[in-house]
Protein backbone atom coordinates (compact mmCIF):
# COMPACT_ATOMS: atom_id res chain seq x y z
CA UNK A 1 0.00 0.00 0.00
CA UNK A 2 1.60 3.27 -0.96
CA UNK A 3 2.21 6.28 1.63
CA UNK A 4 -1.06 8.36 0.07
CA UNK A 5 -3.57 5.46 1.12
CA UNK A 6 -1.63 4.77 4.34
CA UNK A 7 -2.59 8.72 5.42
CA UNK A 8 -6.18 8.56 3.93
CA UNK A 9 -6.61 5.39 5.70
CA UNK A 10 -4.83 6.54 9.08
CA UNK A 11 -6.78 10.06 9.56
CA UNK A 12 -10.05 8.00 8.17
CA UNK A 13 -9.56 5.40 11.14
CA UNK A 14 -8.51 8.07 13.93
CA UNK A 15 -11.52 10.19 12.98
CA UNK A 16 -13.85 6.99 13.39
CA UNK A 17 -12.33 5.95 16.59
CA UNK A 18 -12.94 9.40 17.98
CA UNK A 19 -17.10 8.84 17.03
CA UNK A 20 -16.66 5.74 17.96
CA UNK A 21 -15.37 7.00 21.68
CA UNK A 22 -18.47 9.74 21.48
CA UNK A 23 -20.84 6.61 20.74
CA UNK A 24 -19.65 4.62 23.57
CA UNK A 25 -19.64 8.06 26.13
CA UNK A 26 -23.34 8.30 25.56
CA UNK A 27 -24.39 4.93 24.99
CA UNK A 28 -26.27 5.60 28.85
CA UNK A 29 -28.91 7.54 26.97
CA UNK A 30 -29.50 4.95 24.83
CA UNK A 31 -30.85 2.71 27.76
CA UNK A 32 -34.36 2.67 27.66
CA UNK A 33 -36.64 3.38 23.71
CA UNK A 34 -37.39 7.07 24.60
CA UNK A 35 -33.70 7.46 25.03
CA UNK A 36 -32.90 5.87 22.08
CA UNK A 37 -35.00 7.66 19.84
CA UNK A 38 -34.86 10.91 21.62
CA UNK A 39 -31.59 11.24 22.98
CA UNK A 40 -32.93 13.55 26.07
CA UNK A 41 -33.84 17.21 25.21
CA UNK A 42 -32.50 20.31 25.34
CA UNK A 43 -30.18 20.29 22.67
CA UNK A 44 -28.68 24.19 21.44
CA UNK A 45 -29.50 25.57 18.11
CA UNK A 46 -26.51 24.96 16.66
CA UNK A 47 -26.16 21.17 17.61
CA UNK A 48 -29.38 21.31 16.00
CA UNK A 49 -28.55 22.43 12.90
CA UNK A 50 -25.72 20.63 12.59
CA UNK A 51 -27.64 17.30 12.62
CA UNK A 52 -29.76 18.88 9.88
CA UNK A 53 -27.79 19.94 7.68
CA UNK A 54 -25.20 16.55 7.84
CA UNK A 55 -28.51 15.18 6.99
CA UNK A 56 -29.13 17.06 3.88
CA UNK A 57 -25.82 17.47 2.57
CA UNK A 58 -24.78 14.03 3.00
CA UNK A 59 -22.83 11.74 0.28
CA UNK A 60 -26.06 11.26 -2.44
CA UNK A 61 -26.72 15.48 -2.48
CA UNK A 62 -23.24 16.23 -2.55
CA UNK A 63 -22.06 13.68 -5.41
CA UNK A 64 -25.11 13.64 -7.17
CA UNK A 65 -25.13 17.27 -7.58
CA UNK A 66 -21.22 17.71 -8.49
CA UNK A 67 -22.99 14.49 -11.03
CA UNK A 68 -25.02 16.72 -12.60
CA UNK A 69 -22.85 19.26 -12.62
CA UNK A 70 -20.53 17.53 -14.50
CA UNK A 71 -23.60 16.91 -17.12
CA UNK A 72 -25.32 20.07 -16.86
CA UNK A 73 -23.07 22.59 -15.32
CA UNK A 74 -24.02 24.77 -12.74
CA UNK A 75 -27.43 24.64 -12.92
CA UNK A 76 -27.30 21.78 -10.48
CA UNK A 77 -26.98 24.03 -7.46
CA UNK A 78 -30.62 24.62 -7.83
CA UNK A 79 -31.30 21.16 -5.79
CA UNK A 80 -29.30 22.70 -2.55
CA UNK A 81 -31.65 26.38 -3.39
CA UNK A 82 -34.92 24.29 -3.08
CA UNK A 83 -33.54 22.80 0.57
CA UNK A 84 -32.53 26.31 1.67
CA UNK A 85 -36.12 27.43 0.95
CA UNK A 86 -37.40 24.54 2.62
CA UNK A 87 -35.64 24.73 6.00
CA UNK A 88 -36.38 28.80 5.64
CA UNK A 89 -40.26 28.00 5.33
CA UNK A 90 -40.02 25.26 7.69
CA UNK A 91 -38.51 28.07 10.28
CA UNK A 92 -41.43 30.64 9.44
CA UNK A 93 -44.81 28.65 9.21
CA UNK A 94 -43.82 25.06 10.75
CA UNK A 95 -41.44 24.81 13.57
CA UNK A 96 -43.87 26.68 16.07
CA UNK A 97 -46.71 24.12 15.43
CA UNK A 98 -44.89 21.59 15.45
CA UNK A 99 -44.01 22.20 18.81
CA UNK A 100 -47.64 22.87 19.97
CA UNK A 101 -48.44 19.51 18.63
CA UNK A 102 -47.20 17.59 21.12
CA UNK A 103 -46.05 15.28 19.13
CA UNK A 104 -42.54 13.76 18.18
CA UNK A 105 -43.77 11.72 14.57
CA UNK A 106 -45.32 12.97 11.13
CA UNK A 107 -47.79 10.00 11.76
CA UNK A 108 -48.71 11.02 15.02
CA UNK A 109 -49.30 14.64 13.78
CA UNK A 110 -51.49 13.51 10.96
CA UNK A 111 -53.17 10.98 13.19
CA UNK A 112 -54.67 14.18 15.36
CA UNK A 113 -56.05 15.54 12.17
CA UNK A 114 -57.11 12.55 10.09
CA UNK A 115 -57.54 9.17 12.41
CA UNK A 116 -55.41 6.12 12.79
CA UNK A 117 -55.49 4.67 8.99
CA UNK A 118 -53.79 7.94 7.80
CA UNK A 119 -51.03 7.31 10.63
CA UNK A 120 -50.69 3.75 9.46
CA UNK A 121 -50.60 5.22 5.83
CA UNK A 122 -48.14 8.02 6.52
CA UNK A 123 -46.12 6.00 8.57
CA UNK A 124 -45.45 3.35 6.29
CA UNK A 125 -44.88 6.08 3.33
CA UNK A 126 -42.14 7.36 5.82
CA UNK A 127 -40.72 3.92 6.19
CA UNK A 128 -40.77 3.20 2.29
CA UNK A 129 -39.13 7.09 1.22
CA UNK A 130 -36.37 7.16 4.05
CA UNK A 131 -35.24 3.77 2.53
CA UNK A 132 -35.04 5.35 -0.91
CA UNK A 133 -32.95 8.01 0.73
CA UNK A 134 -30.63 5.49 1.87
CA UNK A 135 -30.28 3.02 -1.25
CA UNK A 136 -28.55 6.67 -2.60
CA UNK A 137 -26.76 7.21 0.65
CA UNK A 138 -24.77 3.59 0.24
CA UNK A 139 -24.19 4.41 -3.20
CA UNK A 140 -22.59 7.21 -2.77
CA UNK A 141 -20.61 6.01 -0.39
CA UNK A 142 -19.35 2.92 -2.03
CA UNK A 143 -18.66 5.33 -5.12
CA UNK A 144 -16.27 7.51 -2.69
CA UNK A 145 -14.28 4.49 -1.24
CA UNK A 146 -13.81 2.12 -4.13
CA UNK A 147 -12.31 5.03 -6.27
CA UNK A 148 -10.52 6.46 -2.53
CA UNK A 149 -9.14 3.09 -1.44
CA UNK A 150 -8.94 0.85 -4.71
CA UNK A 151 -11.33 -1.60 -4.06
CA UNK A 152 -14.17 -3.06 -5.27
CA UNK A 153 -17.33 -0.99 -5.45
CA UNK A 154 -19.58 -3.99 -4.25
CA UNK A 155 -17.10 -4.58 -1.35
CA UNK A 156 -17.28 -0.74 -0.65
CA UNK A 157 -21.02 -0.15 -0.83
CA UNK A 158 -21.05 -3.91 1.63
CA UNK A 159 -18.57 -2.43 4.34
CA UNK A 160 -20.45 1.16 4.36
CA UNK A 161 -23.36 -1.30 5.39
CA UNK A 162 -22.07 -3.18 7.95
CA UNK A 163 -20.61 -0.18 9.42
CA UNK A 164 -23.37 2.13 9.43
CA UNK A 165 -25.71 -0.61 11.40
CA UNK A 166 -23.06 -1.13 14.12
CA UNK A 167 -22.58 2.28 14.60
CA UNK A 168 -26.44 3.70 14.78
CA UNK A 169 -27.65 0.56 16.74
CA UNK A 170 -25.61 1.81 19.66
CA UNK A 171 -25.48 4.87 20.04
CA UNK A 172 -29.23 6.11 19.39
CA UNK A 173 -30.57 9.90 19.02
CA UNK A 174 -27.73 11.65 21.12
CA UNK A 175 -25.22 10.34 19.68
CA UNK A 176 -25.91 11.08 16.50
CA UNK A 177 -26.67 14.36 17.19
CA UNK A 178 -23.25 14.67 18.52
CA UNK A 179 -21.47 12.93 16.23
CA UNK A 180 -23.07 14.69 12.87
CA UNK A 181 -21.68 18.33 14.51
CA UNK A 182 -18.15 16.79 13.51
CA UNK A 183 -19.51 15.22 10.12
CA UNK A 184 -20.74 18.86 8.79
CA UNK A 185 -17.22 20.30 10.14
CA UNK A 186 -15.31 17.98 7.87
CA UNK A 187 -17.56 17.58 5.42
CA UNK A 188 -17.76 21.48 4.61
CA UNK A 189 -14.34 21.74 5.33
CA UNK A 190 -13.75 18.96 2.77
CA UNK A 191 -15.81 20.51 -0.01
CA UNK A 192 -14.06 23.97 -0.02
CA UNK A 193 -10.43 21.84 -0.18
CA UNK A 194 -12.01 19.98 -3.13
CA UNK A 195 -13.31 23.18 -4.83
CA UNK A 196 -9.87 25.29 -4.14
CA UNK A 197 -8.00 21.64 -5.76
CA UNK A 198 -10.37 21.51 -8.77
CA UNK A 199 -10.15 25.37 -9.55
CA UNK A 200 -6.55 24.99 -9.34
CA UNK A 201 -5.91 22.03 -11.47
CA UNK A 202 -8.31 23.48 -14.03
CA UNK A 203 -6.70 27.29 -13.85
CA UNK A 204 -9.75 29.17 -12.14
CA UNK A 205 -12.87 29.97 -12.86
CA UNK A 206 -12.15 32.17 -15.98
CA UNK A 207 -10.28 29.01 -18.15
CA UNK A 208 -12.92 27.00 -16.99
CA UNK A 209 -15.09 29.71 -18.71
CA UNK A 210 -12.74 29.26 -22.05
CA UNK A 211 -12.28 24.99 -21.81
CA UNK A 212 -16.39 24.70 -21.20
CA UNK A 213 -19.27 25.06 -23.49
CA UNK A 214 -21.18 28.64 -22.47
CA UNK A 215 -24.97 26.37 -21.35
CA UNK A 216 -22.61 24.89 -18.30
CA UNK A 217 -22.98 28.50 -16.96
CA UNK A 218 -26.62 29.18 -17.55
CA UNK A 219 -28.46 29.31 -14.58
CA UNK A 220 -31.43 27.60 -16.06
CA UNK A 221 -30.15 25.28 -17.87
CA UNK A 222 -31.51 22.31 -16.41
CA UNK A 223 -35.13 23.61 -17.21
CA UNK A 224 -37.61 25.42 -14.94
CA UNK A 225 -39.59 22.36 -15.01
CA UNK A 226 -36.78 20.68 -13.07
CA UNK A 227 -36.20 23.20 -10.66
CA UNK A 228 -40.07 23.15 -9.58
CA UNK A 229 -39.95 19.49 -9.19
CA UNK A 230 -36.33 20.42 -6.88
CA UNK A 231 -38.48 23.00 -5.28
CA UNK A 232 -41.33 20.18 -4.65
CA UNK A 233 -39.45 17.23 -3.45
CA UNK A 234 -36.84 19.26 -1.20
CA UNK A 235 -39.41 21.57 0.35
CA UNK A 236 -41.79 19.00 0.80
CA UNK A 237 -38.95 16.39 1.99
CA UNK A 238 -38.02 18.86 4.91
CA UNK A 239 -41.69 19.71 5.92
CA UNK A 240 -42.37 15.93 6.48
CA UNK A 241 -39.03 14.50 7.01
CA UNK A 242 -39.52 12.21 10.83
CA UNK A 243 -35.75 12.76 11.72
CA UNK A 244 -36.21 16.54 11.05
CA UNK A 245 -39.29 16.24 13.61
CA UNK A 246 -37.14 14.17 16.29
CA UNK A 247 -34.65 17.21 16.33
CA UNK A 248 -36.54 19.67 16.63
CA UNK A 249 -38.87 18.56 19.17
CA UNK A 250 -35.60 17.99 21.33
CA UNK A 251 -34.61 21.53 21.42
CA UNK A 252 -36.08 24.04 24.55
CA UNK A 253 -38.53 26.04 22.48
CA UNK A 254 -39.66 27.41 19.42
CA UNK A 255 -37.02 29.94 18.74
CA UNK A 256 -34.09 27.74 18.98
CA UNK A 257 -35.89 25.59 16.48
CA UNK A 258 -36.08 28.08 14.06
CA UNK A 259 -32.49 29.77 14.78
CA UNK A 260 -31.43 25.85 13.95
CA UNK A 261 -33.09 25.86 10.62
CA UNK A 262 -32.00 30.00 9.94
CA UNK A 263 -28.39 27.85 10.07
CA UNK A 264 -28.70 25.28 7.93
CA UNK A 265 -30.41 27.62 5.18
CA UNK A 266 -27.83 29.97 5.37
CA UNK A 267 -25.05 27.02 4.54
CA UNK A 268 -26.95 25.28 2.20
CA UNK A 269 -26.78 27.45 -1.22
CA UNK A 270 -22.95 28.06 -0.85
CA UNK A 271 -22.50 24.41 -0.38
CA UNK A 272 -24.73 23.41 -3.97
CA UNK A 273 -22.64 25.72 -5.80
CA UNK A 274 -19.11 24.44 -4.77
CA UNK A 275 -20.90 20.72 -5.50
CA UNK A 276 -21.65 22.09 -8.95
CA UNK A 277 -18.31 23.94 -9.54
CA UNK A 278 -16.64 20.54 -8.80
CA UNK A 279 -18.75 19.05 -11.26
CA UNK A 280 -17.78 21.35 -13.67
CA UNK A 281 -14.20 21.21 -12.91
CA UNK A 282 -14.14 17.35 -13.26
CA UNK A 283 -15.63 18.05 -16.94
CA UNK A 284 -12.65 19.44 -17.99
CA UNK A 285 -10.27 17.55 -16.11
CA UNK A 286 -11.43 13.73 -16.18
CA UNK A 287 -13.78 13.86 -19.51
CA UNK A 288 -14.36 10.25 -19.92
CA UNK A 289 -15.59 8.74 -16.40
CA UNK A 290 -18.96 8.28 -15.72
CA UNK A 291 -20.82 11.34 -14.11
CA UNK A 292 -21.15 9.20 -11.50
CA UNK A 293 -17.63 8.86 -10.79
CA UNK A 294 -17.01 12.90 -11.36
CA UNK A 295 -16.56 13.58 -7.89
CA UNK A 296 -15.02 10.53 -6.55
CA UNK A 297 -12.48 10.98 -9.06
CA UNK A 298 -11.30 14.43 -7.99
CA UNK A 299 -11.47 12.72 -4.59
CA UNK A 300 -8.89 10.14 -5.74
CA UNK A 301 -6.21 13.00 -7.43
CA UNK A 302 -6.17 15.53 -4.27
CA UNK A 303 -3.14 15.50 -2.38
CA UNK A 304 -2.99 13.19 0.53
CA UNK A 305 -4.49 15.38 3.22
CA UNK A 306 -6.98 17.18 1.69
CA UNK A 307 -8.23 13.68 0.27
CA UNK A 308 -8.61 12.56 3.76
CA UNK A 309 -10.69 15.13 4.96
CA UNK A 310 -12.80 14.98 2.16
CA UNK A 311 -13.21 10.74 2.77
CA UNK A 312 -13.57 11.84 6.14
CA UNK A 313 -16.53 14.25 5.51
CA UNK A 314 -18.58 11.85 2.93
CA UNK A 315 -18.24 9.27 5.24
CA UNK A 316 -19.06 10.86 8.24
CA UNK A 317 -22.00 12.31 6.49
CA UNK A 318 -23.16 8.89 5.15
CA UNK A 319 -22.92 7.20 8.48
CA UNK A 320 -24.57 10.33 9.84
CA UNK A 321 -27.53 10.17 7.36
CA UNK A 322 -27.76 6.90 7.78
CA UNK A 323 -27.65 6.59 11.10
CA UNK A 324 -30.99 9.48 10.93
CA UNK A 325 -32.44 7.41 8.27
CA UNK A 326 -32.48 4.28 10.09
CA UNK A 327 -33.63 5.67 13.45
CA UNK A 328 -36.13 7.54 12.15
CA UNK A 329 -37.54 4.82 10.53
CA UNK A 330 -37.18 2.44 13.93
CA UNK A 331 -38.96 4.71 15.43
CA UNK A 332 -42.44 4.68 13.14
CA UNK A 333 -42.14 1.18 12.98
CA UNK A 334 -42.02 1.29 16.89
CA UNK A 335 -44.74 3.77 17.90
CA UNK A 336 -47.23 2.95 14.75
CA UNK A 337 -46.59 -0.66 14.65
CA UNK A 338 -44.77 -2.88 17.21
CA UNK A 339 -46.16 -1.02 20.85
CA UNK A 340 -50.09 -0.85 19.76
CA UNK A 341 -50.29 -4.26 18.13
CA UNK A 342 -47.07 -6.83 19.75
CA UNK A 343 -46.57 -4.48 23.36
CA UNK A 344 -50.04 -3.45 24.83
CA UNK A 345 -48.53 -3.94 27.88
CA UNK A 346 -45.96 -0.96 27.59
CA UNK A 347 -42.81 -3.00 28.11
CA UNK A 348 -39.96 -1.01 27.36
CA UNK A 349 -37.66 -3.53 27.47
CA UNK A 350 -39.14 -5.52 24.70
CA UNK A 351 -39.38 -1.97 22.59
CA UNK A 352 -35.53 -1.66 22.94
CA UNK A 353 -35.07 -4.35 21.75
CA UNK A 354 -37.11 -3.97 18.55
CA UNK A 355 -36.13 -0.48 17.96
CA UNK A 356 -32.37 -1.75 17.75
CA UNK A 357 -33.78 -5.06 15.69
CA UNK A 358 -35.69 -2.23 13.53
CA UNK A 359 -32.05 -0.44 12.42
CA UNK A 360 -30.23 -3.15 11.71
CA UNK A 361 -32.79 -4.62 9.72
CA UNK A 362 -33.68 -1.16 8.03
CA UNK A 363 -30.16 -0.22 7.76
CA UNK A 364 -29.28 -3.81 5.60
CA UNK A 365 -32.25 -3.89 3.30
CA UNK A 366 -31.38 -0.84 1.22
CA UNK A 367 -27.63 -2.29 0.35
CA UNK A 368 -29.58 -4.65 -2.22
CA UNK A 369 -30.52 -1.98 -4.30
CA UNK A 370 -27.48 0.00 -4.26
CA UNK A 371 -25.57 -2.48 -5.48
CA UNK A 372 -27.18 -1.00 -8.68
CA UNK A 373 -27.97 2.60 -8.18
CA UNK A 374 -26.55 5.01 -10.85
CA UNK A 375 -28.47 7.92 -11.02
CA UNK A 376 -27.72 9.37 -7.36
CA UNK A 377 -29.64 12.79 -7.43
CA UNK A 378 -32.99 11.36 -9.31
CA UNK A 379 -32.98 8.41 -6.54
CA UNK A 380 -32.81 10.49 -3.65
CA UNK A 381 -34.79 13.06 -5.34
CA UNK A 382 -37.62 10.03 -5.56
CA UNK A 383 -37.18 9.53 -1.51
CA UNK A 384 -37.80 13.68 -0.87
CA UNK A 385 -40.84 13.70 -3.75
CA UNK A 386 -42.99 10.53 -1.78
CA UNK A 387 -42.78 13.14 1.58
CA UNK A 388 -44.52 15.72 -0.62
CA UNK A 389 -47.65 13.98 -0.58
CA UNK A 390 -47.05 14.02 3.41
CA UNK A 391 -46.36 17.68 3.47
CA UNK A 392 -49.20 18.51 1.81
CA UNK A 393 -51.68 17.26 4.16
CA UNK A 394 -49.83 18.27 7.44
CA UNK A 395 -50.12 22.11 6.26
CA UNK A 396 -53.66 21.32 5.18
CA UNK A 397 -53.92 19.86 8.80
CA UNK A 398 -52.53 22.80 10.63
CA UNK A 399 -53.98 26.33 8.27
CA UNK A 400 -57.11 24.44 6.73
CA UNK A 401 -58.31 21.81 9.66
CA UNK A 402 -61.97 21.99 7.91
CA UNK A 403 -60.71 20.98 4.17
CA UNK A 404 -61.18 17.07 3.10
CA UNK A 405 -61.97 13.84 5.04
CA UNK A 406 -60.13 11.44 6.73
CA UNK A 407 -61.16 9.51 3.96
CA UNK A 408 -59.30 11.70 1.78
CA UNK A 409 -56.36 11.99 3.18
CA UNK A 410 -56.09 8.45 3.37
CA UNK A 411 -56.76 7.83 -0.41
CA UNK A 412 -54.66 10.48 -1.00
CA UNK A 413 -51.41 8.71 0.51
CA UNK A 414 -52.26 5.84 -0.95
CA UNK A 415 -52.33 7.26 -4.82
CA UNK A 416 -49.80 9.25 -4.15
CA UNK A 417 -47.16 6.26 -3.75
CA UNK A 418 -48.85 3.96 -6.29
CA UNK A 419 -48.67 7.40 -8.87
CA UNK A 420 -44.89 8.59 -7.72
CA UNK A 421 -43.15 5.13 -7.82
CA UNK A 422 -44.74 4.21 -10.66
CA UNK A 423 -43.68 7.50 -12.97
CA UNK A 424 -40.39 7.26 -11.25
CA UNK A 425 -40.35 3.61 -12.64
CA UNK A 426 -41.68 4.50 -16.07
CA UNK A 427 -38.64 7.18 -16.29
CA UNK A 428 -40.97 10.14 -15.92
CA UNK A 429 -42.65 10.24 -19.11
CA UNK A 430 -43.11 13.64 -21.62
CA UNK A 431 -40.43 15.36 -19.41
CA UNK A 432 -43.13 15.88 -16.09
CA UNK A 433 -41.11 15.07 -12.52
CA UNK A 434 -42.54 12.50 -10.36
CA UNK A 435 -42.10 15.00 -7.62
CA UNK A 436 -45.90 16.77 -9.62
CA UNK A 437 -47.75 13.39 -8.83
CA UNK A 438 -46.68 13.70 -5.39
CA UNK A 439 -48.29 17.02 -4.71
CA UNK A 440 -51.81 16.43 -7.13
CA UNK A 441 -52.17 13.31 -5.40
CA UNK A 442 -53.35 14.12 -1.71
CA UNK A 443 -54.59 17.47 -3.85
CA UNK A 444 -56.81 15.48 -5.91
CA UNK A 445 -58.32 12.95 -3.64
CA UNK A 446 -59.26 16.39 -0.39
CA UNK A 447 -60.57 18.14 -3.19
CA UNK A 448 -63.17 15.59 -4.33
CA UNK A 449 -64.03 14.60 -0.74
CA UNK A 450 -64.22 17.92 0.08
CA UNK A 451 -66.88 18.64 -2.09
CA UNK A 452 -68.80 15.19 -1.46
CA UNK A 453 -68.58 15.36 2.01
CA UNK A 454 -72.27 16.09 3.91
CA UNK A 455 -73.33 19.21 5.92
CA UNK A 456 -73.06 17.34 8.26
CA UNK A 457 -69.55 16.14 8.20
CA UNK A 458 -68.86 19.67 7.48
CA UNK A 459 -70.51 20.85 10.89
CA UNK A 460 -68.84 18.28 12.59
CA UNK A 461 -65.27 19.19 12.07
CA UNK A 462 -62.85 21.15 14.67
CA UNK A 463 -60.44 23.44 14.04
CA UNK A 464 -57.29 25.05 16.52
CA UNK A 465 -54.13 23.76 17.59
CA UNK A 466 -54.63 20.89 18.92
CA UNK A 467 -55.62 19.39 15.97
CA UNK A 468 -58.82 17.66 17.48
CA UNK A 469 -59.15 14.27 15.59
CA UNK A 470 -61.78 14.30 13.01
CA UNK A 471 -65.10 11.42 13.12
Not at 388 to 401: D, E, G, N, Q, S
Not at 427 to 445: C, E, H, K, Q, R
Request: charged share 10%.
Amino acid sequence: MDTRLLIIGGLTAGYFALISYITYRVRKHANSSEGMTAGGRNFPAYLIGALLLSEFIGSSVSIGTAQKGYEVGISAAWNLVALALGFLLLALILVKKYKESGQSTISGILAQAYGQPVRYAASALTIVALGIVAVALYASGGAVLAAVLHINKTVAILMVGATTVIYVSLGGMRSVVYTNFLHSIAKYLGVILALAYALQATGGITQLQVQLPVKMFNWIEIGWSQVFAWMIGGIGSIFATQYVIQALVSTDNPMVARRACFYVSSLMIPFGLMAALIGMCSAVLYPGVKSIDAFPTLIAHMPAFSASVMVVGLAGALFGGISATTLASATLAMKDFYDPFFNKEGNDRKSLIFVRIAIVVGGLLPLVLALSAEKLLMIAFLGKALRATLAVLILMAFYAPKFGTPRGAFLGVILSVVMTIGWFLAGNPYGIDSSYLALAGPLLTMSVSHLFKSAKQRSALGCGPSLPLRQ
